[in-house]
């Protein structure tokens, strides 16, 4: 079992940065190629950003590309998402999730989700 921990949700102003953290342990967490979503208050989760299954690219949602950046330390076994220039809208709960079969792009491809961390940028 793959257990996937974030941290870095806090509040924000507009125009600001935070930097999320997720790191993933267990006996089966080499291989897991990994990512973000959030779910926004009464909203339905939907997709971030990822690494594809070998870690060399990189995809995101085109609400956030240009402003976000998923990145990882191999030494720390962490990913992270560097959340720059954040909107009201992107208040949501941000959560890291990872897959050993694929890239984890949408819900139904997603083996492995971590509880989330809150987002909150006021305007």
């Known amino acids: 079992q793959v257990e996937l921990v974030e941290s870095g949700g806090g509040f924000v102003q507009a125009g600001g940065s935070l930097r999320l953290s997720c790191a993933p342990s267990?006996?089966?967490?080499?291989?897991?190629?990994m990512g973000w979503f959030r779910q926004g208050p009464g909203k339905e989760r939907e997709f971030v950003a990822a690494f594809s299954r070998t870690g060399y690219v990189t995809f995101y949602a085109d609400s956030v590309k240009g402003r976000f950046a998923i990145s990882r330390d191999n030494d720390k076994n962490t990913v992270y998402l560097q959340m720059n220039s954040v909107k009201p809208e992107d208040t949501a709960v941000y959560y890291c999730?990872?897959?050993?079969?694929?890239?984890?792009?949408?819900?139904?491809?997603?083996?492995?989700w971590g509880k989330g961390t809150l987002v909150t940028v006021s305007s």
């Open positions: 999730a990872g897959t050993q079969s694929g890239t984890p792009r949408s819900t139904r491809e997603v083996e492995y």
């Open positions: 267990g006996r089966t967490a080499i291989n897991v190629a």
